[in-house]
């Protein structure tokens, strides 16, 4: 199989009693769109901070393109970009100066950085507000800036966590089209964190992440024909009910 773009192997975090993720192994394949589907409180943030180093992993091995992410940090991390749920931006540079900045942490140089800016401000349509304060761009423009902003060191692997969370339909759809663009014409790997089904096509990979515990992954095909189901909503729920009531992510019981 050809090298994955994330691979995270046996996995585990706790925030001191409380269980956030409990022995999770999932692939990326270079170049897919895998959806990581769970329910709020599933884990995707925990995995997406371990997987940047936010939070050091305490077992188990997480690669990016084969390179361990605590023991070949910066070769490891100089192929992944990551848009995080949370808002990140200074809203008081310009939409030029986020971009600056953010290319010189990554040791970008100056010209490169003004023709990378340049070019990932034209794909997400934000050429026309390059001089413009961030705080004066629409949601949408926000997250697309974000985005862009997560490329500029053009990354083989992008991360993002419920990216659509706040914006409109329109918004939302244009979004999604723009990152499946980054899969299907420039062969990046995405993984989506998401609880929405309906962000996920029938040809996408899939990770179902319930209570810190991947229940299966695959092709959405191979999740409906596993769970004997017509639909992923159906497969879902059947999927979450047959977990059971193992309680990760919970207190444990006195
Ligand atoms: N810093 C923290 N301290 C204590 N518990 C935490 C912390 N961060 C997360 N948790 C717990 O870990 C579990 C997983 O949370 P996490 O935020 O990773 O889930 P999520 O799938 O991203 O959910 P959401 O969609 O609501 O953001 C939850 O039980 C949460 O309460």
Request: aromatic residues 0%; without cysteine.
């Given at each position: 199989m050809a090298q994955p773009a994330l691979r995270i192997d046996d996995v585990s975090h706790a925030f001191g009693a409380r269980?956030?993720?409990?022995?999770v192994s999932l692939t990326v394949p270079a170049g897919s769109f895998t959806a990581l589907l769970g329910l709020n409180g599933a884990g995707k943030t925990t995995l997406f901070s371990l997987v940047t180093r936010l939070h050091d992993s305490t077992s188990g091995t997480i690669q990016i393109f084969d390179f361990d992410?605590?023991?070949?940090a910066p070769a490891a991390l100089s192929r992944l970009g990551i848009v995080f749920q949370a808002r990140t931006l200074?809203?008081?540079?310009?939409v030029r100066q986020s971009l600056l900045y953010h290319a010189a942490l990554h040791g970008i140089g100056r010209r490169l950085a003004h023709e990378r800016a340049a070019q990932v401000l034209k794909q997400f349509a934000l050429a026309d507000r390059i001089?413009?304060?961030?705080?004066?761009?629409?949601g949408g423009q926000m997250r697309r800036l974000e985005i862009a902003r997560a490329l500029l060191h053009d990354p083989a692997l992008l991360l993002l966590d419920e990216?659509?969370?706040?914006?409109d339909v329109e918004a939302r759809q244009g979004l999604i089209r723009e990152v499946r663009r980054l899969v299907a014409e420039e062969g990046r790997g995405i993984l989506w964190a998401t609880h929405?089904?309906?962000?996920?096509?029938?040809s996408d990979r899939l990770v179902v992440l319930h209570k810190g515990r991947v229940l299966t992954q695959g092709s959405v095909q191979d999740v409906l024909a596993q769970t004997g189901t017509p639909d992923l909503q159906t497969a879902f729920l059947n999927l979450v009910n047959a977990s059971?009531?193992?309680?990760?992510g919970q207190e444990p019981a006195e």
């Open positions: 269980t956030a993720l409990d022995r992410v605590r023991r070949e200074d809203l008081d540079l310009s001089d413009d304060k961030v705080r004066n761009l629409s990216p659509t969370v706040g914006l929405l089904l309906d962000e996920i096509e029938m059971g009531a193992t309680a990760v």
